[in-house]
């Protein structure tokens, strides 16, 4: 499913025009990066929970030449499913 079809999908679901289903999705987006760039964990009780976590810097291999290449740090974005989430898709 991509983002239109999502919004098609929202848009059916709650009864919302296609327009402001797609705002609420947008701001939804917008909110949680701006939430997650400050650190802040997102909990969404029965959906899952957003958090960002640091991953250290690390030697890795050029798969092709088999070189060693410096991987530097980086924040990366998880997420954990919640129980109504997982029993949704089960």
């Known amino acids: 499913m991509n983002k239109t079809q999502l919004i098609d999908a929202v848009a059916a679901e709650a009864g919302l025009t296609k327009v402001d289903s797609k705002k609420a999705i947008d701001a939804f987006i917008k909110t949680t990066g701006e939430q997650l760039k400050q650190g802040e ?6 959906f899952g929970t957003f958090s960002v976590s640091e991953r250290p810097a690390r030697l890795g291999r ?9 991987i ?13 989430l997982n029993e949704e898709v089960q």
Do not use: M
């Not at 964990?41 to 029965?46: C, K, P, S, T, W």
């Not at 530097?72 to 109504?84: I, L, N, Q, R, T």
């Open 41 to 46: 964990r997102i909990a969404l009780v029965g």
């Open 62 to 70: 050029n798969p092709q030449t088999g070189a060693k290449v410096e």
């Open 72 to 84: 530097e740090k980086k924040k990366v974005v998880k997420f954990k499913a919640g129980s109504d």
